[in-house]
């Protein structure tokens, strides 16, 4: 079974940063998507970012482009979501997940098939 693991959660002041990590139990190039979503109390869950481990391509949600930055480690089995600019409306779980998808569409989670447990962002004003 694979699994994503996510950490690097925190609570911060508005205008802060953080690196959020998703690690993964297999290769991620395994996977056509990698992508970071969010969900904050009573809302639902919303695409944040993707990224293709083979090529590179990269989507984001308009409320976060230009703060926010993923990436990753193909080698180390490893997906990154560098935050800047850290909004309150940014506090929400934060989860990694994977998919095979093309492309790579962040605004349909039900196309990836594996979710990691979340990690807590609080950002505070």
């Known amino acids: 079974q694979v699994e994503l693991v996510e950490s690097g959660g925190d609570s911060v002041q508005a205008g802060g940063s953080l690196r959020l990590y998703c690690k993964a139990s297999?290769?991620?190039?395994?996977?056509?998507?990698m992508a970071w979503f969010r969900q904050a109390p009573g809302k639902e869950r919303e695409g944040v970012a993707a990224?293709?481990?083979?090529?590179?391509?990269?989507s984001y949600a308009d409320s976060v482009k230009g703060r926010f930055t993923i990436s990753k480690d193909n080698a180390a089995k490893m997906v990154y979501l560098d935050m800047s600019s850290l909004k309150p409306e940014d506090t929400a779980i934060y989860y990694c997940?994977?998919?095979?998808?093309?492309?790579?569409?962040?605004?349909?989670?039900?196309?990836?098939?594996?979710w990691g447990q979340g990690t807590q962002v609080t950002v505070s004003s």
């Open positions: 297999r290769y991620i190039t395994t996977y056509n998507c």
């Open positions: 997940a994977a998919g095979q998808g093309s492309p790579c569409d962040i605004k349909r989670a039900d196309e990836y098939s594996t």
């Open positions: 990224i293709q481990p083979l090529f590179r391509t990269t």
